[in-house]
């Protein structure tokens, strides 16, 4: 089944605080919800988009938060809460569903929703809405709007590869190898490749920066048409010809199925690197990309609180 998201996760987690006789810790309510929606192992193991937290640890998570919000939870030290007399007073009413507009009627979440005269260019009077998301916790929205411009990026990198001339993607794909730590210096990389045009050879490029290894590189920059088996084992047999055993095959475009099993099955060590490999390398090496906005998240540091012994 798949994960549940935050909001109906809201009342098994009440529940379960309302029967335990104290307080519960995360972990806990984690591994008890995780029982009750038969979640299994490779669910529990589910990371969020940036793989920064399990899912549905961020979610249980998420859920106790808001119910803290509204009054329903309370925490008692860190890592730690307990149902309050005004949540055990609402399971008296046997909800079927707690979600964002159930804790509405709470006046304590209703002032968390609400940013009062927080921002420089609001008057004291002006309040604005801080939505919740109807099924994505806010680091589940962060992440996917971060994964949504990501992939906007990487499809206007791959368009911007495709339009240009074939010096300047070989330039590319030097200043790329070099961010990677390959290749030596940029002089040394752009004396390597472009110049060997042996049988399906383009470049040829240090393995490191004191050359104990070479690296054979392929580069074709296409439109669409697909990187077939003929072309890599025409690259196979060049390197096999030059004695060599690595070799980099980089394309705008994608690999066949056929093309990635021969790769995987011969001696030489060939990565094969597709267009969208090649644009996701380009954004996380800073190639060909700039920084507009950085936005830096921040937790409670709880041991700056606590009262020096």
């Not at 470049?203 to 296409?222: C, F, M, P, S, W």
């Not at 697909?226 to 030059?242: E, H, S, Y």
């Not at 790769?263 to 507009?292: F, N, P, W």
Request: with cysteine.
């Amino acid at each position: 089944m798949p994960i549940p998201d935050y909001q109906t996760i809201m009342l098994p987690l009440l529940k379960f605080c309302g029967s335990a006789p104290g307080e519960i810790s995360t972990r806990t309510a984690v591994d008890e919800l995780a029982t009750q929606f038969k979640l299994s192992d490779a669910e529990l193991r589910e990371l969020l988009p940036s793989g920064t937290q399990p899912t549905f640890s961020n979610r249980v998570g998420w859920a106790a938060t808001y119910m803290k919000k509204a009054g329903l939870l309370t925490p008692t030290r860190r890592g730690f809460y307990r149902v309050t007399d005004q949540g055990r007073k609402f399971l008296t009413t046997n909800p079927s569903r707690i979600d964002a507009k159930v804790l509405r009627q709470f006046p304590e979440f209703v002032d968390f929703t609400k940013l009062k005269g927080t921002r420089k260019s609001q008057s004291k009077d002006q309040t604005v809405d801080n939505d919740i998301e109807p099924d994505a916790t806010p680091s589940e929205a962060l992440d996917n709007a971060y994964q949504s411009l990501r992939s906007q990026l990487a499809s206007d990198i791959l368009d911007n590869l495709k339009k240009v001339d074939p010096s300047h993607f070989e330039r590319v794909v030097v200043e790329l190898i070099v961010k990677m730590g390959y290749g030596g210096s940029r002089a040394d990389a752009g004396k390597a490749i472009g110049r060997s045009g042996d049988e399906g050879i383009d470049g040829i490029i240090k393995e490191d920066k004191l050359g104990l290894d070479t690296i054979y590189i392929q580069a074709k920059r296409r439109d669409s048409a697909t990187v077939g088996r003929p072309d890599v084992q025409q690259f196979a047999g060049a390197l096999q010809g030059q004695g060599a055993h690595k070799g980099i095959f980089i394309t705008t475009s994608r690999f066949t199925q056929e093309a990635k099993d021969y790769a995987q099955r011969i001696g030489s060590k060939i990565v094969l690197i597709d267009g969208e490999q090649l644009a996701e390398l380009m954004i996380d090496h800073d190639v060909g990309v700039t920084t507009v906005s950085t936005y830096v998240l921040k937790r409670i540091d709880s041991d700056f609180f606590l009262e020096d012994i």
